[in-house]
């Protein structure tokens, strides 16, 4: 939606105040591009019981 409202000619200023976040979020976005985020595989958590088992 953000590259959409850029294309259409529209400022940062504008297109944050459309959408409804802060200017440097936008930025953030349109700096991006138009690929995902890459998630990587989480870290195992320790249990709340481990101390309590054996």
């Known amino acids: 939606m953000i590259h959409d409202l850029k294309k259409q000619g529209l400022s ?3 297109i ?3 959408v409804g976040c802060d200017r440097k979020t936008v930025r953030k976005y349109l700096e991006l591009g138009l690929e995902g985020p890459t998630y990587g595989p989480r870290q195992p958590r320790d249990r709340l019981l481990d101390p309590f088992e054996g």
Request: aromatic share 0%; no cysteine.
């Open 16 to 18: 944050a105040r459309k």
């Open 12 to 14: 940062v200023t504008s």
